[in-house]
């Protein structure tokens, strides 16, 4: 129940095109769920993140689609373009605000083609 | 602010020998985190600490691993003795909003046990 479960492992898309990497969860007390970038020889940096309250979030060309229902949310990338290659992880505070541990899913790893 | 700071960035050793990675945290954050990265695993919490206190060590894989923080601005982990399957990359990050707040990853120390 504490796990995020992101898909695909790895993708590789035309410079242009719309990535999208989805994950999954069960526990219904998740309250927030960021996006985290890394790049090769790099930590992890926050990207994007989400409230369950909330449907969708745009900053530039990433947007966070979440489907409270579904258990379900995604991230997109609009106007891909290689500087975007990266591995990509979603992840979800286990619940009661920030006092709670954040959950890594798998990670993707997203490679724009030029 | 330097962001967090590790230290080796790379390590290799042979099986038996004790590892010690460093981490210097954003100042004036008090939670610290080290995670281990692998491609089977992906990204692991150890352990963290909350004003130099360590708080949850469930994710220590054994007795060989150990953590300290004598003081706001410097952490440890120690591996005492290393094996192959120790081979990772470890991360250590910061936090100024909590155990669930935003992450402040430093770059790794990527550690090669032969």
């Known amino acids: 129940q504490q796990q995020v479960k992101q898909s695909p492992q790895s993708l590789i898309v035309q410079k242009g095109g719309i990535p999208i990497i989805n994950c999954a969860y069960e526990?219904?007390?998740?309250?927030?769920f960021p996006w985290y970038q890394q790049f090769p020889g790099k930590g992890p940096a926050l990207l994007i993140a989400i409230r369950p309250d909330v449907s969708e979030k745009k900053e530039g060309r990433f947007t966070i689609s979440f489907n409270k229902s579904a258990k379900q949310f995604s991230l997109h990338i609009m106007d891909s373009q290689p500087g975007d290659s990266a591995t990509y992880f979603c992840?979800?505070?286990?619940?009661?605000?920030?006092?709670?541990?954040?959950?890594f899913g798998s990670g993707t790893r997203l490679s724009i083609r030029p | 602010d330097a962001g967090v700071i590790q230290s080796p960035r790379h390590e290799v050793t042979e099986m038996g020998q004790e590892v010690t990675l460093r981490c210097k945290p954003i100042?004036?954050?008090?939670?610290l985190f080290w995670y281990r990265q692998t491609m089977m695993r992906g990204l692991e919490l150890l352990i963290y600490?909350?004003?130099?206190?360590?708080?949850?060590d469930s994710g220590m894989p054994e007795d060989r691993f150990s953590a300290k923080m004598p003081n706001a601005s410097f952490s440890t982990l120690k591996i005492q003795p290393s094996e192959p399957r120790d081979s990772a990359v470890y991360f250590c990050a910061s936090s100024l909003q909590g155990v669930g707040g935003e992450l402040f990853f430093g770059e790794g120390s990527r550690l090669t046990v032969l």
């Open positions: 992840a979800a505070r286990g619940g009661y605000s920030s006092a709670s541990k954040i959950i």
């Open positions: 526990n219904t007390a998740f309250d927030y």
């Open positions: 100042s004036g954050h008090d939670y």
């Open positions: 600490f909350n004003n130099n206190v360590p708080i949850d």
